[in-house]
């Protein structure tokens, strides 16, 4: 039975169209700094749930189309490698970076973290957009 990617469809969605209007330097212009704090939150927030869908549906397909038991009990590491070699992603150290992100959410205190996150998000968008695409074309 194929898995359920709208969810995580959805999510990209919502990133990818938060991180662009976060990036409309006009448009931020216009915005309260509390605005523009509120919409760089946003992004982070919707980072943060965007990178738990795709890992858990990495996980979801390999049990689906590879065995049962193939993602039980693995570390991140080895589930992006497993997600390597049935060519989910292409880049096992660059999801190893998306991973470290999304842990520094847990721990954001000040703005510097906040910064760096917010940044990494642009890359992740064409990560997850590439994951889709790659669940979409081996979701019999």
């Known amino acids: 039975m194929p898995l359920e990617l709208d969810h995580l469809r959805n999510a990209i969605t919502a990133l990818a169209d938060l991180l662009a209007v976060s990036e409309n330097d006009a448009r931020m212009g216009e915005l309260t700094e509390v605005e523009r704090n509120g919409i760089r939150s946003g992004v982070i927030q919707n980072f943060e749930v965007t990178y738990e869908l795709s890992w858990k549906l990495i996980a979801r397909?390999?049990?689906?189309?590879?065995?049962?038991?193939?993602?039980?009990?693995?570390?991140?590491?080895?589930?992006?490698?497993?997600?390597?070699?049935?060519?989910?992603?292409?880049?096992?150290?660059?999801?190893?970076?998306?991973?470290?992100?999304?842990?520094?959410?847990?721990?954001?205190?000040?703005?510097?973290?906040?910064?760096?996150?917010?940044?990494?998000?642009r890359e992740f968008v064409h990560d997850a957009r590439l994951l889709l695409a790659a669940l979409e074309a081996r979701n019999d």
């Open 61 to 121: 397909w390999l049990r689906t189309y590879v065995g049962p038991d193939v993602a039980d009990g693995v570390t991140r590491r080895q589930l992006f490698r497993l997600a390597a070699e049935n060519r989910l992603i292409p880049d096992v150290d660059l999801w190893m970076q998306h991973h470290e992100a999304r842990n520094v959410t847990a721990h954001i205190y000040d703005e510097a973290k906040a910064a760096l996150v917010y940044s990494a998000t």
